[in-house]
T-cell receptor, first 115, second 113 residues
């Protein structure tokens, strides 16, 4: 299995809703990432998990709450989002290692629309 | 802070042409460089990964080169096809802890039948 699987593919939510994005990989990667991508822009890093522990939080608002329940799963819990949070949310994974020469594998993304 | 620049921002070519996409980066202390393809509204598909010790990588009609000392990489696409139309992103892995993946803004390629 060489894929990162993201669900759902599309999500429309109101500003008072609570929803979760899910990401799964079975490549034995111990680093997992959430990225946010706005239209016509490159992906921006949100969170990094290494060995199931949060290692990087790029000053993301608390209405985004990541969770890594095990080495294969990564969730992003959403609450009280704003319309400007509408974007493509990408999950990625990679091997870990200081000076790692491994590449990243990205999922197909969740298109989120906040109304 | 690592910065990645891609030139041109957009490119339109007739089918069958060979083409070159350019990527430059400011800090040569990288672990690797990865080229991705992104179709509209979709995720990123990895095309080629070049390690810092390598000069080039090839996959089918694609060839990527890396000149780390000058901070440059090129993606060469041979005999372009309409199906190659997409945005191509260059990303550099660098920084302490090696979790930093810095993207360029991409080159939007259109191959005209």
């Amino acid at each position: 299995d060489t894929e990162v699987t993201q669900t759902p593919k599309h999500l429309v939510m109101g500003m008072t809703n609570k929803k979760s994005l899910k990401c799964e990989q079975h490549m034995g990667h111990r680093a997992m990432y959430w990225y946010k991508q706005k239209a016509k822009k490159p992906p921006e890093l949100m969170f990094v998990y290494s060995y199931e522990k949060l290692s990087i939080n790029e000053s993301v608002p608390s209405r985004f709450s990541p969770e890594c329940p095990n080495s294969s799963l990564l969730n992003l819990h959403l609450h009280a989002l704003q319309p400007e949070d509408s974007a493509l949310y990408l999950c990625a994974s990679s091997h870990v290692g200081q000076g790692s020469s491994y590449g990243y594998t990205f999922g197909s993304g969740t298109r989120l629309t906040v109304v | 802070k690592q910065e990645v620049t891609q030139i041109p921002a957009a490119l339109s070519v007739p089918e069958g042409e060979n083409l070159v996409l350019n990527c430059s980066f400011t800090d040569s202390a990288i672990y690797n460089l990865q080229w991705f393809r992104q179709d509209p509204g979709k995720g990123l598909t990895s095309l080629l990964l070049i390690q810092s010790s390598q000069r080039e990588q090839t996959s089918g009609r694609l060839n990527a080169s890396l000149d780390k000392s000058s901070g440059r990489s090129t993606l060469y696409i041979a005999a372009s096809q309409p199906g190659d139309s997409a945005t191509y992103l260059c990303a550099v892995r660098s920084g302490a802890g090696s979790y930093q993946l810095t993207f360029g803004k991409g080159t939007k390629l259109s191959v005209i039948p």
